[in-house]
Nanobody, 124 residues
Framework: QVQLVESGGGLVQPGGSLRLSCAAS????????IGWFRQSPGREREFIAA???????KHADSVKGRFTISRDNDKATVYLQMDNSNTPDTAVYYC??????????????????WGQGTQVTVSS
């Protein structure tokens, strides 16, 4: 069974950095793409980034150049490095897994597996 556990959320000042982690079962990284979504009150869930088993990654235009997704297969963990954070980045960030390729994760289809989410607050 796929298990995804997020960590690393918290409070960060505008312009600051934060790194989120998503710990997955080893079999997940072998066969699944892993990605991140976020949702804040009153807004729709938003695709942020995804990375496939081969390491090919896709980032949403809203975070491109500021956020970077990466994976460490030895640790069975996917990371989201958040740099130059802005107040609109405040949201609950969710890790997700799916068999579909990372390049299509922004098409509105909901991934099959989800973590519980971790809160990120950007505020001074």
């Amino acid at each position: 069974q796929v298990q995804l556990v997020e960590s690393g959320g918290g409070l960060v000042q505008p312009g600051g950095s934060l790194r989120l982690s998503c710990a997955a079962s080893e079999i997940t990284l072998d066969y699944f793409a892993i990605g991140w979504f976020r949702q804040s009150p009153g807004r729709e869930r938003e695709f942020i980034a995804a990375i496939g088993a081969s390491g090919i990654a896709k980032h949403a235009d809203s975070v491109k150049g500021r956020f970077t997704i990466s994976r460490d297969n030895d640790k069975a963990t996917v990371y989201l490095q958040m740099d130059n954070s802005n107040t609109p980045d405040t949201a609950v960030y969710y890790c997700a897994a799916d068999l579909r390729a990372a390049r299509v994760w922004d098409d509105g289809t909901s991934p099959h597996e989800w973590g519980q989410g971790t809160q990120v607050t950007v505020s001074s």
